[in-house]
């Protein structure tokens, strides 16, 4: 039973992109909770359980997903624009230079996942709390907007 039920909220977690999932996952269960204002603090980089959690994101993707699309370069793209539109929804943060960078890793993320590399997503996190911090926003007011 509990077999089912997880697949079954894995199809919904990963239905819209796959790479955002596999990355969502490894950010939430990659790393201890804490209070939000320290979050910025202690996401610093790739933890030595990151990979394994991208790992079997990967496969669950491959065995689980209702779509049994497979990691590639065309998710790795949207799951690209879709990671970043979750960072920034209401573009206030990353600059065109940040998302010129940023792309240039749109093809590479797939590659990167299947090997359990999730330092993109620690890349990006860095970049959004370095913009933030040049705003002067503190972070558990922007967290509540």
């Known amino acids: ?3 089912k039920f997880f697949n079954v ?7 819209s992109s796959m790479v955002w999932g596999v990355i969502a996952l490894v950010l939430a269960l990659g790393t201890p ?3 939000l204002g320290a979050a910025d603090a202690k996401l610093t980089g790739p933890r030595a359980n990151d990979r394994m959690v991208a790992r079997a994101v990967n ?3 491959k065995d689980a997903h ?6 590639d370069d065309e998710i790795s793209q ?7 539109k979750t960072l920034d929804n209401r573009k206030l943060y990353f600059t065109q230079a940040d998302i010129a960078e940023f792309e240039k890793s749109k093809t590479d993320l797939d590659d990167q996942v299947n090997n359990g590399d999730v330092a993109f997503a620690y890349t990006a ?6 913009r933030i911090a040049e705003r002067g926003v ?6 509540k907007g």
């Open 59 to 61: 496969k669950l993707i």
């Open 66 to 71: 209702l779509s049994k699309h497979p990691l």
């Open 78 to 84: 949207r799951g690209l624009h879709l990671f970043l």
């Open 33 to 35: 909770p804490s209070p």
């Open 9 to 15: 909220n894995c199809s919904i977690l990963l239905g």
């Open 1 to 3: 039973m509990r077999g």
């Open 138 to 143: 503190p972070l558990d007011i922007m967290l």
């Open 125 to 130: 996190f860095q970049k959004l709390m370095e």
